[in-house]
């Protein structure tokens, strides 16, 4: 079935740092790709999302492409700051079907430092 | 402003009981989510309900149960069949059944925190 593979946590970086984030995806067809992220104590929000096959996504400074050819959607954003510290998830919806399931990656914990 | 509101932000359940979660949405979606997060392990499917009085079982339905008598509302019961319930509840909605997630995304609540005590 789907699945969506993250890079482990914690990533400890200090402001102005560049962040990557890995994830890499398994499903059928081209799956549309999304990354949420999570503020202590908080729900989940939608961070930037890519539907097609080289889309990049981008939102507050943070971009993600969509590699079909690694089948990957990578998290990347220039320079950090303490309040970017949160918990990403990564996800997909497969292609097709007749629900809107989303199927979450286990999540990587950002720690920036002053 | 609308959005997704879910009480109580921290409740407590004693061995054998059945509590139940609430979560009310006022932004007209069709679709509604519950997921279990537990560290590490991510979000996890319990149920899901795409129209009103119709709902599906997710990756880990045992132990819980839902209704879905109204658009707004999305209860969720933790019964005493679970037998490790002690999680950060979330609840989320999406526009429409199909099509939403990608256009949308989904809008999650601000959680549940139940604890066994």
């Known amino acids: 079935g789907d699945s969506v593979t993250q890079m482990e946590g914690p990533v400890t970086l200090s402001e102005e740092a560049f962040l990557t984030i890995n994830c890499t995806y398994t499903?059928?067809?081209?799956?549309?790709l999304f990354w949420y992220v999570q503020y202590p104590g908080e729900g989940l929000q939608l961070l930037l999302k890519?539907?097609?096959?080289?889309d990049k996504g981008s939102n507050k400074g943070f971009e993600a492409t969509y590699r079909k050819e690694t089948t990957s959607f990578h998290l990347e954003k220039g320079s950090v700051q303490v309040s970017d510290s949160a918990v990403y998830f990564c996800a997909l919806k497969g292609a097709g079907g007749a629900t809107n399931k989303l199927i979450f990656g286990t999540g990587t914990l950002l720690a920036v430092q002053p | 402003d609308g959005g997704i509101t879910q009480s109580p932000k921290y409740l407590f359940r004693k061995e054998g009981q059945n509590v139940t979660l609430s979560c009310e949405q006022n932004?007209?979606?069709?679709?509604m989510y519950w997921y279990r997060q537990d560290p590490g392990q991510g979000l996890r499917l319990i149920y899901y309900s795409q129209i009103v009085n119709d709902f599906q079982k997710g990756d880990i339905a045992e132990g819980y149960s839902v209704s879905r008598e109204k658009k707004e509302s999305f209860p969720l019961t933790v019964t005493s069949a679970q037998k490790n319930p002690t999680a950060f509840y979330l609840c989320?909605?999406?526009?429409?059944?199909?099509?939403?997630?990608?256009?949308?995304?989904?809008?999650f609540g601000s959680g549940t925190r139940l604890t066994v005590v």
């Open positions: 890519a539907t097609k096959a080289d």
């Open positions: 932004l007209n979606h069709d679709a």
């Open positions: 499903a059928t067809g081209y799956p549309s």
């Open positions: 989320a909605s999406t526009k429409s059944r199909t099509g939403g997630a990608n256009t949308y995304g989904y809008t």
